[in-house]
């Protein structure tokens, strides 16, 4: 009876453990916990049961295993609240393929994010003695037992329709906002293999106009800039000095609208398919309004130059381009490589930024540390290395827009952003980076420059920007560049922006209007 006490003892230790990462957090982060006593009860009884088998279980390393999987579902949601300042929704978990993009932003901004890995490895050490220690009788199914009770998350998850009970709220947890969103994705992507409900669609019909619009066409494609911190829209600190000179000319128009995604990997192909209702995959399958190819079919060469791996967008672009290059370096050398392509033969060029991905001031070259960022607290260090990357893309731009003049012929440039980002202002809800499906990190400049070898009155003729709202409208604007006009039967006044998934199947926004 003695063993039997102290096993119910020490399981209480053993669950004191655990909340530790919470406890402990919220005494530097008092808005991640909202402490509601039916909540804790529920959620702590689940913790004591945890604690209570996996004691039970005789081989210490198997009862290690299932105490430190129970610590990382604390770990990595204060990590993530750490950093981006809000919770891992159920749609985030199936990012896991861009942990090593995790990983490199996490190598800059430990001493922003050292909290939540020093709570994990005192906590750990914890585990490793007291599993040792706290260890008083065993029972022989003790592990399958509790296999089939972090069985219920998932299992339960198959038969809800709506995520609404798997998103995480202030008054849980850490370890149960992880577990619900784990279950949620592992019941709809692995057991379901949950497939979006497609609609029937019209295909989009591609009407050939009698000849394109310019010699060469140049569309540089940022990285996570946001219309919000620039000068050229407002931003009251000089972000864009070279755009801002350009406001006036002739051959500079520029607007702003939403992105069709939250993740390079959707928006991209997205926007380069011209692709519009979520849930309609066919522009991704027959790439009959695929930008390249049409620039392809009008007898352009085309080049795909990225900063970034090719994985994040596959064969979107470059299954149709002549040439495909990743760079590594700074985001200059997309220009440089105007400097090598054949002048005589038309031109459509895909330029693929890198530079205000975090951590900002790793892809920012420091001669461009214009704010101060280094040492300061966490806002200020994510705003002022942002606004830094953001001088360095204005001076990109300058540089392109110059080799554009010097070009042939007419040259236009085409440039937007993949998505936005949030710098955790007050209208972003204290939120950081993006993923999130809302309009606060899909607003994106556009911007179309002509060369001095375009004629103007044609250029704005040709280019109306005063009704365009959104990526999908941005991109027509570049097949009719091509000479393309895009009817879509499916079309009204109603533009979407995607989640995670580029088929709808992780949600999907509408609006019809532009969201400030």
Known sequence: MKKIAKHFLYSFYLSLIFLLPDLVYALFHPNYYTFRLPSFIKEYSALYLISFLILLIRNYWIRVGFALFIAALSFVQLMHFSYFHSYIL?????????????????????????????IFFAQAALLLYALKKLHTISMRYASLILVLLLAIGPVSALKRKKVYNYMPKTTSLSFKNSFTAISWYIAKNIFQHQKPQYKTFKPYIVKKMSKPLADNIIVVMGESLTKDKMSLYGYPKETTPYLDKLKNS??????????????????????????????????????????????????????????????????????????????????????????????????FIVLHQRNSHSAYEHYTPPSFYYYPFKNLPFHEYMLGSYLNSIRYTDFVLHSIF??????????????????????????????????????????????????????????????????VISHYQFGKMIAKALGYEIINPNEDVTYYINGIDISGNAGFISYKKRHP
Not at 289 to 313: C, G, H, P, R, W
């Open 90 to 118: 159920p749609y985030e978990v199936g990012l896991s393929n861009q942990i090593p993009e995790m990983l490199d932003t996490l190598n800059t901004v430990i001493p922003y994010v050292k909290l939540p890995l020093i």
């Open 250 to 347: 002739p051959r500079f128009l520029y607007t702003w609208g939403h992105s069709g995604g939250v993740t390079t990997d959707v928006s991209i192909p997205t926007f380069f398919t011209l692709k519009r209702e979520p849930q309609n995959i066919q522009p991704l399958i027959t790439n009959s309004t695929n930008l390249l190819k049409l620039a392809k079919d009008q007898n352009y060469s085309t080049s795909f130059i990225t900063m970034q791996s090719l994985y994040v967008i596959g064969g979107v672009l470059s299954d149709f381009s002549d040439t495909t290059k990743v760079l590594h370096g700074y985001d200059e050398k997309l220009a440089h490589y105007l400097d090598t392509i054949t002048k005589k033969k038309k031109n």
């Open 402 to 467: 110059k080799k554009a003049d010097a070009m042939p012929g007419c040259t236009l440039v085409f440039f937007t952003s993949d998505h936005g980002e949030m710098m955790g202002e007050k209208s972003e809800h204290g939120r950081y980076g993006h993923v999130y499906l809302g309009f606060e990190d899909t607003k994106v400049p556009m911007i179309i420059y002509a060369s001095k070898g375009c004629n103007v009155k044609q250029f704005h003729k040709e280019f109306n920007l005063s009704r």
